[in-house]
């Protein structure tokens, strides 16, 4: 039965987000509250795992992790906005220039305003209430509305309640909101809260039709809002054949490791394996594979429509021209067993279906004739694209990473994709259709440029500019001055600038 | 008659391109090739200048400094692709963390592909077939397929000859593509352009209607792409009465020459002068610009259907509730006489048509009853917001500033618009309708940052990441490297990184 639609809610946050977004802030306001929050989360640990555990089918060994990251990216955030660097606060003093006007110019990053945040169903911490948008969004100054997910509504309210009163707590009132959807099949909540003239942004973390449809919604709009999509990837693997040879064992066991991390409910999942697999040595390790992922039991997915969506994809792979290599034995309502499918590399060629995401623990096999015809086999745009080779001077090696950079927003060589460092350096993105918006990145410090946009003051009297961009560098940033990287202030005869 | 659909043109140039795009290029070839075609245009300034007075009724006066900028352009995107710490590379060494994965993670920006640009019907020069996007889009790695616009054919033509020989002698082969287009009205070429899978984003200047329909079409692809499109904008001004009380003709007399500037003909004309009018120095104010502004001579327009589309545009602005206070006499053919218009608040606020851009030499006077209702008129986003005050003291100068930052991509205090200095803090950009991307810029060294997308590489072997990423920094950037800027070396114990 669908609930009510929660449009009387939905304003109202929207309207108490877009007053809350015109208010000055107290300086030090939003990193105090991300702080404030990542230690009331901590504070109620053991409870918020149980909660999540018992909702998602996660094991709490798997929420434990996931929760550190949830606090740990708070804390990052936090300390990003406290640094204030990020904002790429710029100033061009006037001079007289040879070419055009030389006024004096400034400018620096400004948030946009009300950020929608959907959250993931398979990271209900870190992707979450209170996860990677919702603090980058928070950090950049721009109040969140969070949509809730059904998969998980009481952790959801937990952290809810936690992060309403750790904002409340630290000055920031009317900039967190989170409203309830709790039948899976009604996105009514979902699209009103795009298009509602406050929201100025969203996040979402999801599959490519949940991410399609609110991006269209957005783009419907009389004034269009960026729509940041991370809508999974099929995460390709490339084996050369002299890895094949040297580790079969070893690779095999990784991968399945990787695959079957979380009951392969990752958007990292490594899900195509592309090796040459005619050699022997090939063959070996497929067997070896098969024989892990065929042997790993059935689990409960994260929630029942998971596992009934991630059984129909099987079964439009298998259709496709997949053949089931293992695994794959019927499990109970709402569980599913692994399954190794394998293909060869024409069939894979001429079906996309093939191509997309198996979101559960899956993965294909595609079979190349000679490692060389990997040049002639489609390699799906993703998030990721692992290349595992026999060292440093695998001939094979070069070019298939350079392929992989073309084609994945993160390379990973001799490793697996599971795993996302948080840091400066990450792309968690990737081109289309693994995101819609291939120049960002969901996960790191610079996630939070997505809920920005730039601005110039141009001859601007010091008191009516940001403090980021005034001439005493008030907030002791990093600043390009003239085209130089400088904390020095500006207008100091000492500092020359 | 409508030309014949160049569409065997336009597919060589894509799989040129495309196969461009695929080649390793000799390291320092693509700030030569942008250097030696500065020179090569400025060997041939006088004839160019003249074709293009001859085609866009500008004169060569004005042109000069449009040429100066389009040389400039291109030696700065140069001396930006020369240095190369554009792509903004980060390194993270491997590292055991306390929380999540701590393998060595290095990213970099990659270009796209092949780039379509669409100049701009009013900068020949400065935005056509060697300006900001061609310049940018090379600098980044990309090639470009430049379509001809159809009020210059014969200025782009001339352009481009100098742009294929320049990038063909300094090993750029492939790298640069010229597609005729001669019928205005038929838009096919640009469809197709944006439409073929070989292109990777399209830069365009124009008008709305254009914008969006290209916008369409690459939505529209399987994959879609990114346009960057700069659709013009109302640039409103706020003048504040002690502004008008203290200086009514010097503003006056600055205001008029904005207007008048290229007879109107700018991205960045002031089009919307929001004062109040019923004080006496705002109505001394009012008509010391009716003088101007009426007395001004009628001109040739760009194009015959720009000045057509002029026309429209005044006539619907009257029909929505705007008055002629000055000019507006009839013209030749093809030309067209300055217009001062002016209404009050509430039909200002009532009218979506009034906010729009008039692309010619015209402005709309907003009449407000006090200076205090400026709250609850409509202030259209825009590339730029002009705040005219009397001085650092004037008390309605901070919302003023206030507000413009919110509603456009640069902020002017006691200045005008037009002039746009190329410069890191420049934003040419602004929010949905000025641009369709409100996180970019078209002028700066930042615009080169639209071409591209981040990618990670995870545990590579040096030699498998690009230069501006290994060890040893052998391009000698500054890199962020574990959270610090820095053109240190990695992993060289003198550098202790």
């Not at 870190?126 to 996860?131: M, S």
């Not at 929201?199 to 729509?227: D, K, N, Y």
């Not at 084996?239 to 070893?250: E, G, N, V, Y």
Request: proline share 10%.
């Amino acid at each position: 039965m669908a609930a009510p639609h929660p449009n009387a809610h939905l304003v109202h946050a929207a309207d108490a987000a877009r007053l809350a977004f015109a208010r000055p802030l107290p300086r030090g306001a939003i990193p105090a509250a991300l702080d404030t929050l990542a230690e009331a989360l901590e504070s109620q640990r053991a409870s918020l795992i149980t909660l999540a555990a018992g909702e998602s089918a996660l094991a709490a060994d798997e929420l434990a992790p996931e929760f550190a990251r949830m606090t740990g990216t708070l804390r990052l955030f936090a300390a990003v906005a406290r640094n204030g660097s990020w904002a790429r606060p710029a100033i061009d003093t006037a001079a007289p220039l040879s070419i055009g006007p030389g006024h004096d110019c400034r400018s620096m990053l400004m948030p946009l305003g009300p950020v929608a945040v959907f959250g993931a169903s398979n990271f209900p911490l870190a992707y979450g209430v209170c996860g990677g948008d919702t603090a980058s969004a928070l950090a950049a100054g721009c109040p969140v509305i969070v949509k809730e997910h059904p998969a998980h509504p009481r952790t959801g309210r937990a952290l809810a309640a936690l992060a309403r009163a750790a904002l409340d707590g630290c000055g920031l009132e009317g900039f967190f909101h989170y409203l309830h959807h709790e039948d899976p099949l009604d996105h009514a909540t979902a699209r009103a809260l795009v298009a509602h003239p406050a929201v100025a942004a969203a996040g979402f973390t999801g599959s490519r039709v949940g991410g399609l449809a609110l991006e269209a919604v957005a783009r419907a709009r009389p004034t269009p809002i960026p729509v940041f999509a991370e809508m999974g990837s099929a995460n390709p693997v490339i084996i050369t054949p002299a890895a094949a040879t040297d580790r079969a064992d070893d690779v095999a066991r990784t991968l399945a490791d990787a695959i079957l991390l979380r009951h392969g409910q990752q958007c990292t999942c490594p899900g195509i394996i592309l090796l040459h697999g005619t050699l022997d040595a090939g063959r070996g390790l497929i067997e070896a594979l098969a024989r892990r992922i065929g042997t790993a039991g059935a689990r409960r997915m994260l929630a029942p429509w998971i596992a009934d969506a991630f059984l129909r994809r099987i079964q439009d792979c298998r259709s496709a021209g997949a053949n089931v290599l293992a695994g794959g034995a019927p499990a109970p309502e709402g569980h599913a067993a692994p399954v190794l499918l394998s293909t060869d590399v024409e069939t894979f060629r001429a079906s996309p279906t093939l191509h997309d995401e198996c979101f559960g623990p899956s993965a294909l096999v595609v079979n190349l004739p000679g490692f060389d015809s990997l040049a002639a086999s489609p390699l799906p745009p993703s998030l990721t694209c692992t290349v595992i080779t026999a060292g440093p001077s695998d001939p094979d090696a070069p070019p298939a990473v350079a392929r992989a950079a073309a084609s994945a927003g993160r390379v990973i060589i001799d490793g697996v994709p599971t795993g996302v460092r948080v840091c400066e350096s990450m792309v968690h993105g990737g081109p289309f259709p693994a995101t819609n918006t291939p120049h960002t990145t969901a996960v790191g410090p610079r996630a939070i440029e997505r809920w920005c946009r730039p601005v110039t003051w141009q001859h601007s009297p010091d008191h009516l500019l940001p403090p980021a961009i005034q001439n005493a560098n008030p907030l002791g940033l990093i600043r390009t001055v003239n085209g130089r990287l400088t904390s020095d202030p500006v207008g100091d005869p000492a500092s020359g600038l």
